[in-house]
């Protein structure tokens, strides 16, 4: 149906160049969609959308909507009503009422001349039209991976199409109306295209109003078929649906987890609409596990794609058999890129890595004297060196806070590798700051120094946070370790102190460094750390460490 409105929006488009060039195009287009095989795959096409309409109509529970699956779906049920003029007096008057008036020169003159009302809703209705087959195929593409990129393109196409096609029609029918001045040009038009009689053009528009009512009755047997359907299944029992600010609903028997949390007024996240297509509207499952149905297959293959955990369902097409308390996973903004499959790191694990604080000395004072401007142009200096020179080390960059920066070593590579690479970075980064002083020797009254604290630990790992602050983030005492090392380079007025645990699981040789005993909050035994006053003194791989005179 969409391949069908784009062949008579492209030939509508031609009327910016002629009406002879609409004619011909129309001949071969017209041609295909009228022969054997173009008919049956547009009427087939057409009946088949209908009654899939009617099906989704009758498949919900609920009718609270998103606006826009509400507009897909009046758009929809509207275009049949619009259309039924247009398909009766021109493919049914042809096949049987023996004329020959669908072409455009007597079509345009009676849309811009002897009815121009009638243009009017013709044109409308290729907007109605179009709008709703651009919603349901965004509904399905925005699920696939390369949407995103190609959505700049598909929406200029989705624009400009039906602008050049709606001009064509216009221009046209302008050129058309300037002609139907003419008596002779009109009759001449008509004598070619020729009409049925007056009779047969009454009798025409009596199988269009029935068409019409045929449409309006179906889709109102199945409203009255839902309303009976949720009378029946309310004396055969109800569901309760608890979520976790303790709210409750309690749902008839068939609707589903997603339908209950629109009648509560739960903001939920669905974006394929509730088809169990794109796992956003995922919950995890307490209560009675006799109250849970089998996943579908349908289900059981997406949750298998997105690796869901045993409790783990999708809300559109759960339908509790019995009282549950559901989570939703996802927060109710999520993005279709949200259920795309996705490494089981970022849903949360427990990881051993290594982790970096690092922090601007005396930066507080040098923001003081400077213009705002100036202070963030040299973070901003700041921040890039340090971030290449972890990311060129292989570590994730984690966050910017202040004038700090945190970042994880070890999230997809081994113990050894996340600890070498943390001290390639501690080094990395004290070279380009050093760089960095020098380029911006003529702007700082004194160079900027650097704190930098290594640890290594258990973690949790995992995407933490809330709306568009969520990131890939490490939890855990490692972490504040990490931290606690940082500040204590303030102490030892170094530049890195790095845990022996972390240069141990490296496997470099710092005994040529200082030796430390710190004591950490929450742990009974002291930790044993290295300190460097600069960490660009550390060793290569494999390199003996310099000599450094024990303080």
């Known amino acids: 149906m969409f391949s069908y409105l784009v062949s008579h929006f492209f030939n509508h488009s031609l009327g910016l160049i002629s009406l002879d060039a609409m004619e011909a195009a129309l001949y071969w287009i017209f041609r295909f969609w009228t022969s054997w095989p173009g008919s049956i795959a547009l009427y087939g096409a057409f009946l088949t959308h209908f009654l899939l309409a009617l099906y989704a109509l009758w498949a919900r529970r609920s009718l609270r909507l998103s606006r826009t699956e509400i507009v897909q779906y009046a758009l929809g049920f509207l275009v049949p009503l619009m259309l039924a003029d247009h398909v009766v007096g021109t493919r049914v008057s042809d096949a049987f009422y023996k004329s020959n008036f669908g072409y455009y020169r007597s079509l345009l003159t009676v849309y811009f001349h002897e009815d121009t009302p009638r243009g009017v809703v013709q044109a409308v209705v290729l907007v109605v039209a179009w709008v709703h087959g651009c919603i349901g195929l965004r509904f399905w593409l925005r699920l696939k991976p390369w949407y995103e990129r190609a959505q700049p393109f ?11 096609a709606l001009l064509g029609y216009y221009v046209a029918g302008r050129h058309v109306a300037v002609l139907a001045q003419d008596p ?25 109003v029935l068409l019409r009512l045929f449409f309006i009755a179906s889709i109102g047997g199945v409203l009255l078929a839902r309303l009976a359907r949720r009378r029946w299944q309310r004396r055969h029992g109800v569901s309760r649906v608890t979520y976790p600010d303790g709210r409750f609903v309690d749902i008839a028997r068939g609707f589903s987890v997603l339908e209950a949390s629109r009648l509560l007024g739960v903001p939920h996240a669905a ?55 559901v989570t939703p996973l996802l927060p109710p903004f999520a993005q279709a890129k949200d259920g795309f499959p996705r490494p089981g790191i970022t849903q949360g694990g427990e990881r051993e890595i290594a982790i ?177 006053v600069e960490a660009r003194e550390l060793p290569e791989p494999g390199a003996p460490a310099a000599a450094v005179p024990a303080k």
């Open 154 to 164: 598909l929406y200029a196409f989705a624009l400009l199409l039906p602008v050049c």
């Open 271 to 325: 974006v394929c609409g509730g088809r169990g297509r794109c796992s956003t509207c995922r919950v995890r499952v307490q209560g009675n596990p006799a109250a849970l149905p089998p996943p579908s297959a349908e289900e059981a293959k997406v949750l298998r794609r997105i690796a869901a955990g045993p409790m783990v369902r999708l809300a559109c097409q759960l339908r509790p058999l019995g009282d549950l308390r």
């Open 184 to 208: 002779a040009w009109v009759a001449q038009t008509f004598q070619e295209d020729y009409r049925p009689p007056l009779a047969d053009q009454q009798q025409l528009e009596k199988i269009a």
């Open 356 to 532: 970096m604080f690092a922090d601007l000395r005396d930066f507080t004072r040098l923001a003081e004297t400077r213009l705002p401007y100036d202070v963030v142009f040299i973070l901003n200096r700041y921040f890039a060196a340090m971030g290449h020179a972890v990311e060129e080390a292989g570590g994730h960059l984690d966050k910017f806070i202040g004038d700090g920066v945190m970042a994880l070593f070890g999230i997809e590579s081994g113990k050894r590798e996340a600890c070498r690479a943390a001290l390639d970075a501690a080094a990395l980064m004290s070279k380009r700051l050093v760089e960095l002083n020098r380029a911006l020797e003529h702007d700082l009254d004194t160079p900027l120094r650097i704190g930098i604290g290594l640890h290594f630990g258990p973690t949790i790992v995992g995407e933490i946070g809330y709306g568009k602050a969520i990131s890939l983030t490490a939890v855990g005492d490692a972490v504040n370790i990490a931290s606690r090392l940082e500040t204590a380079t303030k102490e030892y007025a170094c530049e890195l102190v790095v845990s022996e645990e972390l240069i141990d699981c490296a496997g470099a040789d710092l005994t040529a460094f200082p030796r430390h005993e710190i004591e950490i909050r929450g742990r009974r035994q002291p930790l044993a750390v290295r300190t460097l």
